[in-house]
C-alpha cells in the first residue's frame, strides 16, 4: 500500500457518523451554503494530526495530491498537513528547490482547499513562509483577492498574511483589505478583520489609522472582528461612528 492509501486506512477506521452529522452542520455543508455537498468522516482534528504524524516521514507530494482528491474532508486536510510537513522537510535541510516545488503544488490544489479551515490552518505555513523568503512574490497575494471568481483563493489571499504580520511585515494586507470592505462573503468579512486585528497587536498606529479612514463604511463584523482587542472607549468610538454607503 502507498502512504497515501495507509493514511485513508487509518482514518477510515476511525469513522464516526454522529460526530459527521455535527461537522456538517458546523462547517455548513447545506444546501446553498459554502461548503454545500462535503463530506465527512468524523474525525476530530487531534486524530488526523496524529494519523498524519504518524506517516509524514515517508509522505511524498505524490501522497498529499492523492489525499486531497478524497470527497472526504478529514482525509483532503490530511493532504494538507502532509503539505506542511513535506515544506518543512525541504526548510530544515535548506533545500530552495523543495520548498518552491511545495508551494507551487499548495498553489495548484487551492480549490481543494475548500473551507475556511482547509485555508487558514494551512495557507500562513506553506505560501505564508515561502513568501517570507521571497517577497518579491507577495504580489500573488493581491492576484489571489481580485479572484472574485474563487472564494477560498480570495481567503488565501487574505489569511496567508498572518504569516507576514507576524513578522512585522504589513505591506499586502492594507490594499487588500480596501479591496474587501465592499466584499459581500462573511468568510471575507471574518477573514480580513482578523488580520487587521493582528496588524493592531502589533502596530496599533497602523491600524487606527486604517480604522479612521474606512470603519464608517467596513462591513460591520469586519469591523467587530478588527477592533476586538482594542480598549473599550475605542470599541465605542469606531462601533458608533455613522455609517456612511458602501461604493
Not at 496567508?160 to 471575507?188: C, S, V
Not at 497587536?201 to 467587530?224: E, I, N, S, V
Request: net charge neutral.
Amino acid at each position: 500500500m502507498t502512504t497515501a492509501e495507509n493514511i485513508q486506512s487509518a482514518m477510515l477506521a476511525l469513522k464516526d457518523e454522529e460526530q459527521a452529522r455535527h461537522l456538517m452542520r458546523f462547517f455548513k455543508c447545506g444546501k446553498g451554503d459554502y461548503g454545500e455537498g462535503d463530506r465527512f468522516l468524523g474525525l476530530r482534528n487531534p486524530q488526523t494530526r496524529e494519523i498524519v504524524k504518524r506517516f509524514r516521514d515517508e509522505a511524498e507530494l505524490s501522497d498529499c495530491l492523492t489525499l486531497i482528491e478524497s470527497p472526504y474532508h478529514e482525509i483532503r486536510f490530511a493532504g494538507f498537513l502532509l503539505m506542511i510537513e513535506i515544506f518543512n522537510r525541504y526548510r530544515r535541510k535548506k533545500d530552495e528547490e523543495g520548498m518552491r516545488t511545495a508551494t507551487a503544488c499548495y498553489i495548484e490544489s487551492i480549490p481543494r482547499g475548500n473551507n475556511w479551515d482547509l485555508v487558514d490552518v494551512i495557507a500562513p505555513h506553506i505560501l505564508g513562509e515561502w513568501l517570507l523568503r521571497h517577497p518579491e512574490e507577495a504580489g500573488i497575494l493581491q492576484e489571489f483577492a481580485d479572484r472574485a471568481d474563487s472564494l477560498w483563493h480570495q481567503r488565501v489571499g487574505i489569511v496567508t498574511n498572518w504569516m507576514l504580520i507576524r513578522r512585522g511585515h504589513y505591506e499586502e494586507i492594507f490594499p487588500i483589505a480596501e479591496k474587501m470592505l465592499t466584499h459581500t462573503h462573511d468568510l471575507i468579512h471574518k477573514a480580513t478583520g482578523w488580520m487587521l486585528r493582528e496588524v493592531g497587536k502589533r502596530d496599533l498606529d497602523r491600524l487606527l489609522h486604517f480604522l479612521d479612514r474606512h470603519a464608517p463604511r467596513m462591513p460591520r463584523t469586519m469591523l467587530r472582528y478588527a477592533i476586538e482587542k482594542l480598549p473599550s472607549p475605542l470599541r465605542h468610538h469606531y462601533l458608533t461612528l455613522p455609517r456612511s454607503p458602501q461604493k
